[in-house]
């Protein structure tokens, strides 16, 4: 009987955790046109020399191409350290819209989506939106740390990308 109640307990508190996802969210505003916005967050190969929080990011699977069920390897630089995360492509829109999923372990332990949006707010200008969704039943016991040293990283991963576009799209309208 005990086991039939742990049991019963544990696939509740997982089914829970999946309907109350922990989000996380930061946008900035860049004036830059989606195109040159998608070009620097795509640009992977140039992520080591602005981007503060996915310091390395690079297509894994067949043929390196960006595209849903593509497998990325991110290397994540937070308060608490470096860590590598192997996610997959769910959504490649150009100058729309990215987003893939990270899991650790079988699912019901702990997934994150992690979307970048681009949206037009004006002539020549967008609001980049990156945002996270974690569910899992490890969530509710780091939620405390993902607001306080992931989504910071999300800021400054932001205002760098808004930065870099900004600057290359002052260079491209100068020429």
């Given amino acids: 009987m005990a086991l039939l109640v742990s049991s019963t307990a544990l696939a509740g508190y997982t ?9 996380l969210e930061a946008s900035v505003e860049i004036a830059a046109e989606p195109e040159q916005v998608w070009d620097v967050l795509t640009d992977f190969d140039a992520y080591p020399r602005w981007n ?28 608490g350290g470096a860590s590598t995360f192997t996610p997959t492509v769910q959504v490649v829109e150009p100058d729309r819209e990215l987003r893939w999923l990270g899991k650790v372990g079988p699912g019901w332990l ?32 780091v939620e405390g740390y993902l607001k306080d040293n992931t989504l910071p990283q999300f800021h400054a991963m932001n205002q760098a990308l808004k930065e870099r576009a900004e600057h290359l799209a002052t260079r491209a309208n100068d020429s």
Wanted: charge should be negative; aromatic fraction near 8%.
């Fill in 15 to 23: 089914a829970w955790t999946h309907t109350h996802p922990v989000r």
């Fill in 52 to 79: 503060p929080f996915l310091q390395e990011a690079e297509v894994t699977s067949a043929g390196a191409e960006l595209r849903p069920g593509a497998t990325l390897r991110n290397r994540m630089v937070d308060a």
């Fill in 110 to 141: 702990a997934d994150g989506e992690h979307r970048f949006l681009i949206e037009p707010t004006g002539h020549g200008t967008v609001r980049l939106i990156q945002s996270e969704r974690f569910t899992g039943v490890l969530i509710p016991f």
